[in-house]
């Protein structure tokens, strides 16, 4: 399988590119009243309105990093934008590279360890579909 990896703050997560719809840069996103904290707000992506959602709140991760990419993904013909604070590469794996977490996190599928660093592997389709 292919992953992407971005960053988060001083960390590296991954989700698999099947999902992945593309990569663009940071976009004007109109704010929406009464949205949850990590739904930053709404943007048009030629031509469709696709939730943005901030990851960083999502996952209680400080703020740290510049903001620059937003990661574009479509689960059950739902597309939403990840903002990142930056994409690092697209990667082949293995599914034997993928070492299971013992924690009961529904948004975490394992971690790969690279030997250089460690990768959280994120299952998209909760990020999305919750």
């Not at 009464?34 to 930053?40: F, I, Q, S, W």
């Not at 739902?78 to 082949?92: Q, Y």
């Not at 971690?111 to 250089?116: A, K, R, T």
């Amino acid at each position: 399988m292919q992953i992407v990896i971005f960053t988060l703050g001083n960390e590296r997560y991954a989700l698999e590119t099947d999902i992945v719809h593309g990569i663009e840069k940071m976009m004007g996103i109109t704010k929406v009243p009464t949205a949850p904290y990590y739904v930053k707000g709404l943007a048009n992506l030629r031509g469709s309105i696709i939730t943005i959602i901030d990851l960083k709140a999502f996952m209680n991760i400080e703020e740290q990093g510049q903001e620059e990419n937003i990661i574009v993904v479509e689960i059950d013909d739902e597309k939403a934008g990840f903002i990142v604070d930056g994409v690092e590469e697209v990667v082949e794996i293995s599914d034997d590279m993928i070492e299971n977490v013992d924690n009961d996190n529904e948004y975490v599928k394992g971690v790969i360890n690279f030997n250089e660093y460690i990768v959280t592997l994120l299952k998209g389709e909760t990020l999305v579909l919750r």
